[in-house]
């Protein structure tokens, strides 16, 4: 199995609901995203995937998080932004972007990170 992975960060704020200690308040992260993509197989040029459109997607995306709440935005509504929720709302947008198998992995921190892909 090939695999190829990207980063790219963003800026936002929030606050987990029902949570037992400080973080239940709103509070900041310099969220770190990496995306990555794998294949059996390499195409015509030998890739993967091209690196450009990966990080243009990826890109796109963490412009509609960038510097918000994200308690605010409505899909946090209904999820509370964890890391792991972040995680599974960042492969949802990129999964019209990419079409094939990917994972999306979020660090709050350089210490603590949560991945989500599908089976």
């Known amino acids: 199995m090939y695999r190829v992975s990207v980063e790219a960060s963003f800026s936002a704020a929030h606050s987990l609901r029902k949570y ?8 900041g ?5 990496a995306v990555t993509v794998g294949s059996k197989r390499l195409d ?3 890739m993967v995937m091209d690196f450009w459109k990966l990080k243009k997607g990826l890109a796109e995306v963490l412009d509609e998080l960038d510097h918000r709440c994200l308690n605010d935005l409505p899909y ?3 999820y509370n932004p964890t890391s792991e929720n972040v995680a599974r709302y960042l492969h949802q947008r990129m999964r019209p972007r990419l079409g094939t198998s990917f994972k999306i992995t979020v660090w709050e921190t350089d210490t603590s990170w949560a ?5």
Not at 29 to 33: D, G, S
């Open 44 to 46: 015509r040029v030998g």
């Open 29 to 33: 992260h310099n969220w770190r995203v």
């Open 115 to 119: 991945s989500y892909e599908e089976d």
């Open 76 to 78: 946090f509504k209904r």
């Open 20 to 27: 037992p200690g400080r973080c239940e308040s709103l509070h």
